[in-house]
């Protein structure tokens, strides 16, 4: 007697797909932006989709966040290689840097809009860390590498000093600010001619060890305590 044969997956359909995409990038885009017209409706509308559909595709606040926050740092991830073959790796560091200012955009708006809560989920932020660690430590490497930037500071302290910075700042057109500020950031960084160079760190070393300094094991709270949250709320 033969074995009944698995039914086949059924992949999603082609206007599946485009829907939901367009809600994707509709959600970077209106809760980058913040403000009160940040809402499911206002994705819904701008993708040019029903709530219904919304819905079917991220049935919860949180699936759509994730989401959103995963799509934001694979394309982080896909542009650092793309910027691999950049003549300047400051250029490339720097435009890095620069595109990381509207993943915390669109975190703080989604986070703000939809109530959610601020710790979120420790995987979700462990495995993402690793992977924007990673692919600011290949760019880092580059520049060091090059005799144009100091050599002892870690993926990990750029990425701290990147979201300390938008952070701090929640006014109205905070993300400029920021821009300019990772500018003066990145200028900081540049190796004086002439001048002794400080004591290095391995960057590739502690790339791929997600930007640990010493042995000290890494735990998700670390991780979670970089690109998760901002400042804690005054008592």
Same mark, same amino acid.
């Given at each position: ?129 690793? /992977? ?83 042995? /000290? ?10 690109? /998760? ?7």
């Amino acid at each position: 007697m033969t074995a009944p044969s698995a039914e086949p997956v059924r992949r999603p359909r082609a206007d599946a797909v485009r829907n939901r995409e367009r809600v994707l990038e509709a959600a970077k885009f209106v809760f980058s932006a913040g403000g009160p017209d940040a809402s499911l409706e206002a994705v819904a509308r701008r993708a040019g989709v029903g709530i219904g559909t919304l819905y079917r595709h991220f049935p919860t606040r949180e699936a759509l966040f994730e989401a959103v926050y995963r799509r934001e740092v694979q394309q982080l991830v896909e542009l650092a290689e793309a910027l691999k073959s950049e003549a300047s790796p400051v250029d490339a560091l720097r435009r890095w840097v620069r595109s990381n200012v509207e993943l915390v955009a669109t975190k703080k708006g989604m986070s703000a809009a939809l109530s959610l809560a601020v710790h979120g989920s420790s995987e979700l932020y462990a495995h993402t860390f690793e /992977r924007l660690t990673k692919a600011v430590g290949a760019l880092l490497e580059r520049a060091v590498s090059s005799g144009e930037i100091r050599s002892d500071i870690s993926p990990a302290d750029l990425l701290r000093a990147l979201v300390g910075m938008c952070y701090l700042h929640d006014q109205p057109g905070w993300q400029r600010s920021v821009v300019r500020l990772l500018d003066v950031f990145v200028d900081g960084l540049r190796a004086k001619a002439g001048a002794d160079r400080p004591a290095g760190v391995d960057v590739a070393k502690q790339a791929r060890r997600g930007g640990r300094k010493g042995p /000290r094991r890494r735990s998700r709270n670390d991780a979670n305590n970089i690109h /998760r949250s901002g400042p804690k709320p005054k008592s």
